[in-house]
């Protein structure tokens, strides 16, 4: 307590040392002039009393020093000194000052776009309350290594909640889309169905009205609806009696009871409608539906995920036991709600982290390399202070100030270089990434860039600061070179661990880019170009019985196929590469069944004829579907792909064969009339899988994606489109239009995201390293001018002059050329995950990368070496 207050004392005193010191000053003059008076009644004269009285006080300068330290903080007036002297000495060399805090900003500016993509994505905490005790749980198959992320069975989540210890709570939800409409205007909108404890459970409050009951989370009595807080601004005009009004969502009334939060969401920012689920629980869903929800759960207090993981594959033994026909080889995964949002996006952040990681250290070498040069022509000032007792922590601490100030007016820049480039990150960003986070530069980012600039600013100026002061003073004060050879040596040293760190920056960008260019050369088994997609989801209640759906999409695609430029128009329940995508179990005629967890599992699609033309996918065998096929009475037909028939039907004539799908309660059989080519299911980097293909009129969805395929640029006809569906039905909105271009490109996004910023960083890591090389070159040709010019004189050829200079720099850059492959090797395996149709240790991105890293580093060394080379040797010797 008592230094607190000496220190409160000291800080009152600094900031009021204006009238402190006038009234010390009025003090001292009281006590000399009463010691002169007492000389002058001594006989003294007046010039010796004065003298003599200031020789008893002691002099009135070290006086108020004295008292300065006492009373005061003088460390903060002498850091508010060495301040100012860093700001005019910065100011007066602007050339030095841009250079160096250009290379910091950069350096800060990635780093802090960066780490604001990661802190959302991984450190910001969830919205929700205690959010470490949300988690996911899914059903995953033991048969499929892929599958630990599976939806959900309505019956086992029911199981579930009723026996599980471990979990507070346990929710159910699914995503759909639905037509809100009144009857001026009509938009297709993400919803939500879910159980009425969900919100309760992630511990949000209403922004008006109220949540689900139970009572109203039951069939036939879930007719109420909550909006979100931006559809209630955007639609409704923020209305306040909006609590009771009646909407339309496809075309059945709903009641809205609530408003949600401003920016609530859960999973998926695009919601902007939650109702309830209405599951039954008298109802056998593990007879009469598939695996199709999402369950998240709340842990007991004091509970962690492994134990609650324990207890779910516990039960999930024993509903395998009770129904071995639908749970056979099906077991539970429970990972944090944290973990599911992030998924495979963590490796690739925490690789794009480590690499600004690496471009901030070779931006610290760069700048640290500059202050050296600037400290050596500094020498004789630091000679001089000493010279008048200025100690060396003295002298350090001005010129780690000077680097600190430097690194913050970088940082500054870099903050706002980095608001920038979050913008193009978000752009560029995956929408797995951006869709689920909360991505922005708030007070927690800017004290990070704060910090790690002044960080920054302490590492790269503590070495110069060290060097600086090191020095013999006499020698330096006849301006002799005695500690060039060290300070020179440091400065290769640095150059060298930036060629290093840009080896492996460039190792690793190669590797990303290869994949990058492997994966786009994958053929995704359909021809994308010029080829649009759009999303009709037509009410099912409005369009009853389910034949009308077929024919409001049959003569929709009829007018679609005669607009100018459209060659041929088809649809499909599911758009390939789009996410979502529907399985179940097939059988083949004649066969007897499979065993319980040996069933065959295909991908369904239900597609409108013309759609293999449309899409450009291959008829290996047979023939396509035909307006007859899709008739409502005509035989059951269906179409495979050249996965399913040399999976399941290998040895088996494909086009004899009578198969059928566990898709209704009936799973009638049905010949197939073609084979056709593959489509990868989802990523270019997974392999096809089996697909069974229903005509639209035996297996009916009222949501469809119809596909144009054009002459010229699909785009010109999304309104022509829109008009034709509106004539049919002016309720009816169209969503998503984009061209199938763009929904393969959404597929590479995760892959283009890293290897597009870390070629970036690459780059910029390379052309800082040139920079360096340059610079301790041309430091050193300019220190060794009249060597190099005594040289020339005495016969040495420009070539010899050149070519030692560009070896003594050759040494540096390869020495770190080996030292950065070694270090790429190392961390090669971090990569593993990331890459497709490359190796971690590809030995022709080994060789390419350092060939190249180093043809620029030559290359920037033979330009100071050139001018060396040049000098005129009596030009050189007049130098002093």
Known sequence: MRALRVLLLRLGNFLGQSRREREFQEELEAHLQMHIDDNLRAGMTEAEARREALLKLGGVEPLKESMRDRWTLAWLETWGQDLRYSLRSLRRNPGYSTTAALSIALGIGASVSIFTVADGVLLRPLPYRDPARL??????NHKHVDSTQNVVSPGNY????????TFQQIAAFRYLNSVLSDGHRAEELKKQAMTANLLPMLGVQPYRGRFFTEEEDRPGRDTVILISHRLWQSWFGGDESILGRKVMINSTPRTIIGVMPPGFYFRNRETDLWEPFGIDPARNYRQTSGRYIMVAGRLNPGVTRDQAHAEMTAIASQLEAANPGFNKNWTVNVESLRDSLVGNTRSSLLVLLGSVGLLLLVACANVANLMLARCASRRREMAVRASMGAGRW??????????VVLSLIGGASGILLARWLVLGLLILAPKALTGMADIRID?????????????????????????ATRFNLFEV??????????????RAWLVGAEVALSVILLTGAGLLFQSLTGLQSVSSGLNPANLLTFRVSLPAAKYKPEYRRTRFFTQALARLGQLPGVQSASAVSYLPFDGDAAGTYTAIQGRPAPRPGEELLAVIRTVMPGYFQTMGIPVQQGRDFTAADNEEKSPMRFIVNEAYAKKFLAGTPALSTS????MDATNPYGQIVGVVGDVREGALDKPAEPTIYYPHARLNYPGMTLLLKTQSDPRTLIEPARRIVQELDPAQPIAEARTMDEVLGETLARQRFSALLL??????????????????????????????GLRLAL????????????AAGARFVLAGTLAGIAGALALAGLLQGLLYGVEPRDPATFAVVPAVLLAVALLAAYLPARRAGRLDPMSALRMD
């Open 394 to 403: 003295r002298v350090m601490r001005q010129l780690l100030t000077e680097s």
């Open 477 to 490: 004060m006849r301006q002799s070179g005695g500690t060039v050879s060290r300070r020179g040596s440091l």
């Open 135 to 140: 988690m996911m749980i899914w059903e995953a």
């Open 795 to 806: 016969g040495a050829g420009p070539a010899k002059i050149t070519a030692q200079i560009v």
């Open 443 to 467: 007070l927690r980012i800017i004290v990070f860039a704060v910090g790690l600039s002044t960080l920054s600013g302490l590492l790269f100026g503590f070495a110069p600061a060290w060097t």
């Open 158 to 165: 029911l199981d579930w909640r009723a026996r599980t210890r």
């Open 759 to 788: 070629v970036g960083f690459s780059i910029l890591s390379l052309l800082l390293a040139a920079v360096g090389v340059y610079g301790v070159l041309a430091y050193s040709v300019t220190e060794r001018t009249r060597e190099i």
């Open 659 to 662: 198969i059928n799908a566990l």
